[in-house]
């Protein structure tokens, strides 16, 4: 023993120098990665904020606001590899926000301001009649910290329950069959009503961070979301083959040498590498199911999102209230459940409760985080994969049939946008 550790010592003291540097980079290579891209974000995006303003008279579809997502997409560029690991490049996003004060709901997007015209032409390509204004951050007038002596705050994140490629229920799912306009449901005004009773000490905001990324390249931002939907494609489909292990070879050589004197060997024959797939229809209607709406999500490009969910209010108000409006955001997320498929839950680790011990410490900190987070948009900490279906049906223009108290709408008609718009 000592033999060997004088052995180890030794090596390491003439290798030391190539391993040590090693060592480092895996202990922080996540915080440098972290560093680098904020500051590339601070220092080399200059964002600003649009707020969309609907018609007085909106009777489209969520499917004019998917093609516009799908236009959105365009602005993906992956980026060198030198330039992400010493820059801290990463492809670039918008945040879609919905904010309820003041009795109004209101629509905005985050984006960097060189996608200006590119942003207002895809939106006036589908909504002639839109108004979209370059607004001041909807938040700036609130304090840079919360919970304070005037304010308190509850958040948390929402994630996918299950993998990227199954889907969650989508506002095609809401408006199936040969329904008339004024039958078709709408699970967004859950939130356009109950904004007509927030007070203007009141808040309630949803943030959905979206990243282009393609389907079966860039893991990193991507998790091949596409390619691995095919797996699980392929694996649903293939039958459950025994497969030969080492074990099982050992087994027979064994046996084998014991029968040799009175027996020739007799090895087991290998099964076919092209096993025979299941059709469709020897499937149970779970999994035909599940095959169907993979396939489904997976034709569609896709966006890396997080979505996080705040509600703050003066003290006196959030005491009387946070009853009623807490509830108010599980119950907007738990409308897209769809059974033995996809639903959205929230992140425990994130939520702004603590249990057990130090409590009351614990929740201050944990609300104070978050709502940093939330105030000057970091990514959530569980990032999934939603296509732009999946993404419309969260964030959408309800149809005028719906007589929303707080949708925030324009009342002159717009003319339609200028000829000499230009297009990027």
């Known amino acids: 023993m000592v033999e060997f550790l004088k052995f180890f010592i030794n090596y390491i003291s003439k290798v030391w120098f190539v391993v040590l540097p090693i060592a480092i980079w895996h202990i922080f290579k996540d915080i440098w990665i972290t560093t680098i891209r904020i500051n590339y974000n601070i220092t080399k995006r200059k964002w600003i904020f649009l707020e969309l303003k609907v018609p007085l008279f909106q009777e489209k579809s969520p499917l004019s606001l998917e093609q516009v997502f799908a236009s959105l997409h365009g602005i993906y560029v992956k980026g060198k590899p030198n330039k992400r690991i010493f820059e801290g490049y990463t492809p670039p996003w918008y945040v879609f926000e919905l904010v309820a ?9 985050r984006i960097e301001e060189r996608y200006l015209n590119f942003v207002k032409s895809r939106f006036y390509s589908q909504y002639p009649e839109i108004e979209i204004e370059v607004v001041k951050d909807p938040l700036y007038l609130l304090p840079f910290k919360i919970p304070n002596k005037d304010y308190d705050f509850y958040g ?18 809401f408006e199936k069959g040969d329904l008339k306009t004024e039958q078709k449901i709408d699970p967004i005004t859950l939130l356009s009503e109950a904004a007509g009773e927030f007070s ?28 691995k939907g095919k797996e699980k494609i392929n694996e649903i489909l293939k039958k459950k083959e025994e497969k030969e292990g080492i074990f099982d070879e050992i ?13 020739p060997p007799k090895f087991r024959e290998k099964k076919k590498e ?21 396939t489904e999500k997976t034709s569609k490009i896709g966006f890396q999102c997080g979505i996080r969910v705040g509600y703050f209010a003066k003290k006196d108000i959030f005491k009387k209230l946070a009853g009623s409006r807490i509830p108010l955001m599980y119950s907007i997320f738990k409308s897209f459940e769809n059974t033995h498929l996809n639903s959205f839950s929230d992140v425990k ?23 940093y987070y939330l105030r000057y948009f970091f990514w959530t900490q569980k990032k999934f994969i939603l296509n732009i279906e999946e993404l419309t049906s969260v964030f959408h223009f309800p149809r005028t049939r719906f007589i929303e108290s707080g ?18």
């Not at 003041?102 to 905005?108: P, T, V």
């Not at 994630?159 to 969650?168: A, G, M, Q, R, V």
């Not at 092209?274 to 993979?294: G, N, Y």
């Not at 702004?352 to 944990?366: L, M, N």
């Open 156 to 173: 948390t994140e929402f994630k996918l329950s299950n993998e990227n490629y199954f889907p969650i229920r989508t506002y095609t799912d």
């Open 407 to 424: 949708i925030k709408r324009t009342t002159l008609k717009q003319p339609a946008p200028p000829s000499n718009l230009p297009f990027i």
């Open 251 to 263: 087994l027979d050589f064994t046996i084998n040498l014991l029968k040799a004197p009175f027996s």
């Open 274 to 294: 092209d096993s025979q797939q299941m059709t469709l229809f020897q499937l149970d209607p779970i999994s035909r199911l599940q095959i169907e709406k993979i």
């Open 200 to 227: 203007k000490d009141e808040w309630f905001v949803v943030q959905i961070f979206a990243r282009p990324v393609p389907g079966d390249e860039d893991e990193e931002f991507s998790f091949l979301w596409v390619e």
């Open 101 to 109: 004060n003041d009795h109004e709901l209101k629509f905005f997007i």
């Open 349 to 371: 680790e994130v939520r702004t409760r603590a249990y057990y011990y130090f409590v009351e410490r614990r929740e201050f900190q944990k609300k104070r985080n978050l709502y």
